[in-house]
């Protein structure tokens, strides 16, 4: 039975790196491993030509598919462009 108090919303928790931040450096490293442009890059990821600097700024959520997208562009796993870099 509830006294129709409102539930207070607990805040989301937060990661000390977060997935955004991740996926940018990954696939700015990874682009430059290939010494790809971000258009080229987004030609290879089927991908719009604006897309990967937008993501590499941090500047879009993407989806799976594009994750799934990058990934096979740029010959990897899709973890990859999750991980931690070890330094």
């Known amino acids: 039975e509830t006294s129709g108090m409102p539930i207070p919303k607990k ?5 000390q790196i977060s997935g ?3 996926l940018a450096a990954n696939v700015l490293r ?6 790809w442009t971000q258009e080229e890059l987004s030609y ?3 991908l719009h030509r604006t897309m990967v600097g937008q993501i590499e700024r941090q500047r879009r959520n ?9 990934a096979a562009a740029l010959d ?6 999750l991980g931690q870099a070890d330094n």
């Not at 805040?11 to 990661?15: A, I």
């Not at 993407?62 to 990058?70: D, F, G, I, K, Y």
């Not at 990897?76 to 462009?81: D, M, P, Q, T, Y």
């Open 76 to 81: 990897v796993e899709i973890g990859a462009l």
């Open 62 to 70: 993407v989806t799976l598919a594009t994750m799934e997208s990058l």
């Open 11 to 15: 805040e989301k928790p937060r990661l």
């Open 30 to 35: 990874l682009r430059r491993q290939k010494q």
């Open 20 to 22: 955004k931040e991740l």
């Open 44 to 46: 290879e990821a089927g």
